[in-house]
Each structure stands twice: as C-alpha cells, then as structure tokens.
C-alpha cells in the first residue's frame, strides 16, 4: 500500500507540497529560497525504523538511528552526529515519535545535551508527563519545541479532546517562559511549534508581555502547511524555523499530515483527477 502510493505521489507530486523530495539534494534545492532569506531550517531525513544494525549506521549518516533495535546504538550514533554537528556550531533537534519511545529518547537527550550541549527535543502537549519531563529536563537546558503531538494514544496517558491538548499546550508554554525568567534561565530557547492561530497569537502576546528576546524562543512549522500564518510570524519580526521533512520514506509522514487535516485529502484527490484529465487528453 505505502509503496503505491509513494509511487503515485512522487508520480503526480502532490506530496511535494509536504515532503521536499526523496534524496538530499532535492532536499537542499527545496531548502534554496529559505537560505537566500536567511531563514533557519531543520532538515530532517524521514525514515520511522530500520531492521539491522547495519541499517542504523548507514542511517547515521543522515539520520533515524534504531532506537527499537538497539538502544547503546542509538545513543552513540547520536553522539556521533550531535559532535559532527557542534564541530560546525550547529544543533540537533530530536523528534518525539509514538509514547512507547519517550522514555528511551529522553534518556539519550540528557546523554547527549550533558556531553555536547547542542541537543533539543521535542514535547508533546497531549501527553500527561510532559509537564514533569519539562522540569526534568529544565537544568540541561536543551532547546525544547513544544508540539501538541501527532501519534494516537491512549486515554490513561494523553489528553484525548482539543480543548485540553490547548490548555496543556498553553500551560507547558507558560511553565517554560517562567524558566526562561529565572536567574539560572540563560542559555534556554524554547520553540512554540504549532499552526494553530489561537495559540500562535497567545504565545505573541505572552512574549510581548514578558518582554522576551529573539534568542530565548522561535516558531516553527511545518513545510507547506499555513504558510499565511508562517509569512505573517515573519513579517511580525519572530524569529521562524521551517521544519523541512525529506527522504524516500515519506508515505508515513504523509500520511500522518493527511489525518490531521481531511482539507488535505480532498487536496491530494483534486490532484489526482486534474493530472489523470492532464495525462487522458494528452
Ligand atoms: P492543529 O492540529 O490544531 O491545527 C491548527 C491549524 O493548523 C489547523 O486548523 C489547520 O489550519 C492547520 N493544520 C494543522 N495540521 C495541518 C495539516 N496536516 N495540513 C494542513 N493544515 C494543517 N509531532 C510529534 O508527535 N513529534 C514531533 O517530533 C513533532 N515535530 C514537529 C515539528 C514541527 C516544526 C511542527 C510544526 C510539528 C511537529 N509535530 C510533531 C506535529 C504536531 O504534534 C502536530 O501533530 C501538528 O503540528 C498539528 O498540530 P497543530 O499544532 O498545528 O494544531
């Protein structure tokens, strides 16, 4: 099934509106106009989980490192990056994938935040132990994006209804900006990753209010999605990151953007029906 439809998205390239190609120098290209406009990306190379050891290092060298197979792996492989990346005063940002992983992801942040001081994560708004992992992780100070999250879990362990994901969202934001206030605050960066309007606009006048600096926080969003609301963080003066997803194992992320939003699924039907009438009256 993934492989069809992988076959007809790079074929008719509606998912080219998401994904910025299958290999990295699609990716780079795609990347172009963001490094003209001196826009910050984070570039990451889909791929959910490798089989063999062999498979996590050759993912190393761009990146999904076999936390299922091998945790040890894993850890080391991410310190290998973050290093290459801190010899190139760059960072590393962690995605936060379903809750059988969080535990096992937090735990190689720490390592990696403790040795190179370059690593970030991302936190999910929707689960109940973000608020407590935020505290845990408070004194290494790695950059944190904060995410409602994207994975279906279960009611003992996640907020299940939009109202209360906002409100934890809400809430785990201002339990941030009061960490960044505090006099040990120096050196934390937090970044409000969401397209969700209401909370764009919170988090603005929360900055406001507190007065914060352009080097304490960021906005992130998505490749392709709201891309009024990204113009318009921009033209506000916030600092903006677009988070660019790129690789050959796309579908999954592809199909995780289309759940989110049946807007998008009528997008990639009325795609389709346009290309098939293209290629039939050619
Ligand atoms: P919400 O879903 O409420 O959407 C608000 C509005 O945004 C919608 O009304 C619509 O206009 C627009 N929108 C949202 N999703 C859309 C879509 N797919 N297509 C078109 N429009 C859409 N999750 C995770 O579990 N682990 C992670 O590591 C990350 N990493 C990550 C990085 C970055 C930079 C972002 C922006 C998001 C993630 N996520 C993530 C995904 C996140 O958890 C969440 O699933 C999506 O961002 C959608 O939620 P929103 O906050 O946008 O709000």
């Known amino acids: 099934m993934t492989h069809g439809i992988a076959r007809l998205g790079t074929r008719y390239g509606f998912a080219r509106r998401f994904i910025a190609g299958e290999t990295l120098d699609e990716a780079l290209q795609a990347i172009a106009p963001f490094s003209q406009a001196r826009q910050p990306v984070i570039l990451n190379h889909l791929g959910e989980n490798v089989a063999t050891r062999d498979e ?3 993912a190393r060298d761009s990146y999904q490192l076999g936390l299922d197979l091998d945790p040890p792996l894993c850890l080391s492989l991410t310190r290998e990056i973050a290093a290459a990346a801190a010899a190139m005063r760059n960072s590393i940002e962690i995605d936060m994938e379903g809750s059988a992983y969080t535990e096992a992801t937090l735990r190689i942040v720490e390592k990696v935040q403790a040795e190179q001081g370059n690593a ?26 904060l995410v409602k999250g994207a994975y279906r879990e279960s009611p003992s362990m996640a907020f299940q209804r939009k109202s209360e994901v906002d409100a934890n969202y809400r809430k785990l934001l201002d339990q941030m900006f009061d960490q960044l206030l505090l006099p040990n605050g120096e050196g934390l960066r937090v970044a409000i990753a969401t397209h969700d309007p209401a909370l764009v606009d919170y988090a603005c006048a929360r900055i406001r209010r ?12 998505l490749l392709g999605i709201r891309r009024d609301l990204q113009q318009k963080v921009i033209s506000q003066g916030h600092p903006f ?10 579908v999954p992320y592809f199909m995780r953007r289309l759940s989110e939003r049946p807007a998008n699924i009528s997008f990639v039907l009325r795609t389709l029906l346009a290309e098939s009438k293209k290629t039939n009256s050619n």
């Open 56 to 58: 996590a290092r050759k």
């Open 120 to 145: 970030g994560v991302a936190v999910q708004a929707y689960l109940f132990r973000s608020q407590a992992d935020l505290e845990r992780l408070a004194p290494l100070k790695p950059k944190i994006r």
């Open 210 to 221: 507190l007065r914060l600096m352009p080097h304490q926080y960021e906005f992130q969003m």
């Open 241 to 250: 990151r677009v988070y660019v997803p790129f690789g050959e194992a796309w």
